[in-house]
């Protein structure tokens, strides 16, 4: 297997105690990082608990030894530099440096559980590209920091603990402003296609990925970063490309990704509530071939 990481993507839906046998099982089987999403309200799961991301991991670093843990992705429609940069790097610290901290612009619906208005997209795009510099700024040791949305000053405390190094910082990506976000700062860039590949299927959903990968390799050179710099990762399932629906549909998912030159595939998991989700024989399978 030419990809450097394989990836899951665990909902915060339901109680601690079963969210805990998904970690540990993820551990187990083989992934190297458990993503989980950071959401207020979430329309795939009406009526059910949704959990905060930041907690989940610090509690997942507690039942976990090896596992990467991380955001994908942490929302700036409710995130600001300073708290963002206190979560990340608290849970870096507790983790001993297995967070992997994925920023992402978010969705109109959390805005809208948080202060009752779902913002526009450009201002949420504006807002993401000031989380990102702000936070850089916060780690790198500012104590006040004005952006276009958003602003920090009077900051007394250090940038996070004595020995403690900043977080794998992912990226989410997919049109020209968030690709130069991603290219100008990111370790890591993170696809899942965009909005509109909901519907793709096959060839036309990985024509389309290809095209992003086109564009972030030239975005990059335009800002004069060497684009193999940075990591690549790409998520599915938020469509039709579904890898976890065989053990073929996964290593093709595999094999297709690596030829795009992706270092990470994730995929998603089915939540853990008080069973065992249905598809857990594809994941340990894939991994074995995989391994």
Known sequence: MSLSRLGLLLP??????????????????????????????????PGL???????????AAAITDRVLLGTLVASSTFRTPVSLARVAMTVNDVSAG??????????????????????PVGEMSKRYADVVR??????????EWQGDTMAFAGLQTTSGPDGVGSPELLL???????????????????????????????????????????????????QGRDPKSVRRSVLLGFGRVSPTASVDAYLGA?????????????VYGAPWTDGDPPDLAVHEQALARLR
Do not use: K
């Open 12 to 45: 915060p839906v339901g109680p601690w105690r079963a969210q805990a046998r998904g970690y540990r099982w993820a551990e187990e089987v083989g992934y190297d990082v458990v993503y989980t999403a950071d959401h207020l309200t979430h329309p795939t799961y």
């Open 49 to 59: 608990w949704l959990g905060e991301a930041f907690t989940t991991l610090t509690a």
């Open 98 to 119: 297995r967070l992997v901290l994925g920023v992402g612009m978010g969705a109109p619906f959390c805005a809208e559980a948080d202060r009752g208005v779902a913002e």
């Open 134 to 143: 702000g936070f850089r700024a916060v780690l790198d040791g500012a104590t």
């Open 172 to 222: 989410a990506g997919h049109g020209p402003r968030s690709l130069a976000l991603a290219a100008a700062h990111a370790d890591t860039w993170n696809t899942y296609g965009g909005p509109g590949t909901a519907d793709l299927e096959g060839d036309d959903f990985w024509r389309l990925v290809g095209d992003q990968v086109a564009g972030f390799d030239e975005t990059c050179d335009r």
């Open 254 to 266: 595999v094999e297709r990704a690596a030829a795009l030159e992706f270092d990470e595939l994730i």
